[in-house]
């Protein structure tokens, strides 16, 4: 039987010992809310894994910090997607420092032109209609908080534009973020079945159970029609060849890090919010 995913995260020592009191599903909700008030990714070490109180009945965790407080505090003042450049101890998107952060109401998407982009439409996952008047390309990382918060941005734009917005996904799972890659596996395994838009969908919303449920759990959630084919690809630890596609063309043309989109040939570091990616869509109604 596959193991329940290890959640990859910190709390502090005030969230560790609310989550000594309550259960690992509680446990799981409080380390969240913590993750949303310090903006801190989830590549922070696990110093260890305790078992949750007794008297609940079942295994939890509590999540120990390895790094000081001081870190943490400066940390809460960062919104940053997840990225590559280490500051501190910690990752940080270089386009969100020098350009105020998530916070700044003025700021707005950096884009770098892409050569060929085109061919980004080639391979990776379609969500949305073939023909859409606007199709973006995304590079994410199933694992990475700010993917979750971004999966939300295009979720309403979907809803809105039903008809005229489309994704094609891209996988970069990022390599301080131990359940990137097993979750990127188990994208292309239900995508074998047919289902990946519907894996897509609910992955993210299920991120604050990553360690509580399993592998095997969060694929099989999305109703894929063969099981045991299902736990045969899940089984296979190999190098999946279009993981490792999608993450040669991302380094390609400068992704580094998550979420990054490409629009009309320009690569977004960060991506574009809803408001932005709504006036996108309008322009292309109405050319």
């Given at each position: 039987m ?5 959640r990859?995260?910190a709390t502090t020592a005030?969230?560790e010992?609310?989550?000594?009191r309550?259960?690992?599903?509680a446990?799981?909700g409080?380390?969240?809310?913590h993750?949303d008030?310090?903006?801190?990714a989830?590549?922070l ?5 305790l ?7 079942r295994?939890g965790?509590i999540l120990?910090m390895?790094?000081k407080e001081?870190?943490?505090?400066a ?12 500051t501190?101890g910690?990752?940080f ?6 350009r105020?952060g998530?916070g700044?109401?003025?700021?707005r998407p950096?884009k ?5 982009w085109e061919m980004?439409?080639?391979s990776g ?9 606007l199709?973006?390309?995304?590079f994410?990382d199933?694992?990475c908080p ?6 939300l941005?295009?979720d ?5 534009y039903?008809n005229d ?7 970069f799972p990022?390599?301080?973020h131990?359940l990137a890659?097993p979750?990127?596996?188990a994208?292309e395994?239900?995508?074998q079945?047919?289902?990946f ?12 159970l990553?360690?509580?449920?399993s592998?095997e ?8 029609p063969d099981?045991?084919r299902l ?11 279009a ?5 040669a063309?991302?380094?390609?043309i400068g ?8 629009v009309?040939g320009n690569l977004?570091?960060?991506?574009p919010n809803?408001k932005e990616l709504e006036a996108?869509?309008?322009?292309h109604l109405?050319r």
């Amino acid at each position: 039987m596959i193991s329940a995913l290890p959640r990859v995260t910190a709390t502090t020592a005030e969230a560790e010992v609310r989550c000594r009191r309550e259960s690992a599903a509680a446990c799981a909700g409080i380390v969240s809310a913590h993750l949303d008030q310090t903006h801190l990714a989830s590549h922070l070490s696990v110093k260890s894994w305790l078992a949750a109180s007794p008297q609940h009945g079942r295994s939890g965790f509590i999540l120990h910090m390895n790094i000081k407080e001081t870190v943490l505090n400066a940390a809460a003042v960062l919104s940053a997607t997840c990225a590559v450049v280490v500051t501190v101890g910690l990752f940080f998107h270089p386009s969100w420092i020098t350009r105020g952060g998530a916070g700044d109401p003025s700021s707005r998407p950096a884009k770098t032109p892409v050569a060929n982009w085109e061919m980004l439409l080639q391979s990776g996952h379609r969500i949305g209609p073939e023909h859409a008047a606007l199709t973006i390309i995304e590079f994410a990382d199933f694992e990475c908080p700010f993917c979750g918060k971004y999966a939300l941005v295009i979720d309403s734009v979907r809803a809105r534009y039903p008809n005229d917005f489309a994704v094609v996904f891209h996988h970069f799972p990022l390599p301080y973020h131990n359940l990137a890659y097993p979750l990127a596996r188990a994208a292309e395994c239900v995508s074998q079945q047919g289902v990946f838009a519907a894996f897509y969908d609910s992955v993210y919303r299920k991120q604050n159970l990553f360690g509580i449920l399993s592998l095997e759990q969060v694929a099989m959630s999305v109703g894929v029609p063969d099981s045991s084919r299902l736990r045969r690809c899940l089984a296979d630890t190999a190098r999946v060849a279009a993981i490792d596609s999608d993450l040669a063309l991302g380094r390609r043309i400068g992704v580094g890090g998550t979420p990054e989109v490409v629009v009309d040939g320009n690569l977004y570091a960060p991506a574009p919010n809803a408001k932005e990616l709504e006036a996108m869509v309008a322009s292309h109604l109405h050319r």
